[in-house]
């Protein structure tokens, strides 16, 4: 069984900085490209950034000079620095792995989120 663990997540002021971290754990063969989604209730989860294994990056416009993510490929860890948040920024944020698993094959993987709450 595979699991995602998010942390990082919390209350900013505008204008501040958080980093999510994300630790993928289980019974992996490899992990493909990851990434971090958010969503805010009654609405559609939305990327924010992904990640290839070889480091390519993908960001959503809205993030785009704001948020930076990273990840390790020896730890199955991914990141997400999030800096000059604005109040449109508050979601709960879901880890994602594309990922290879013994026994199930490929499929997408996700954490259980966490709040990230930007103040005006």
């Known amino acids: 069984q595979v699991q995602l663990v998010e942390s990082g997540g919390g209350l900013v002021q505008a204008g501040g900085s958080l980093r999510l971290s994300c630790a993928v754990s289980?019974?992996?063969?490899?992990?493909?490209?990851m990434g971090w989604y958010r969503q805010a209730p009654g609405k559609q989860r939305e990327l924010v950034a992904t990640?290839?294994?070889?480091?390519?990056?993908n960001y959503a416009d809205s993030v785009k000079g704001r948020f930076t993510i990273s990840r390790d490929n020896a730890k199955n860890t991914v990141a997400l620095q999030m800096n000059s948040l604005k109040p449109e920024d508050t979601d709960v944020y879901y880890c994602?792995?594309?990922?290879?698993?013994w026994g199930k094959g490929r499929y997408d993987s996700w954490g259980r989120g966490t709040q990230v709450t930007v103040s005006s």
């Open positions: 289980g019974s992996i063969v490899s992990i493909n490209a």
């Open positions: 990640i290839t294994s070889g480091g390519s990056t």
């Open positions: 994602n792995a594309d990922l290879w698993s």
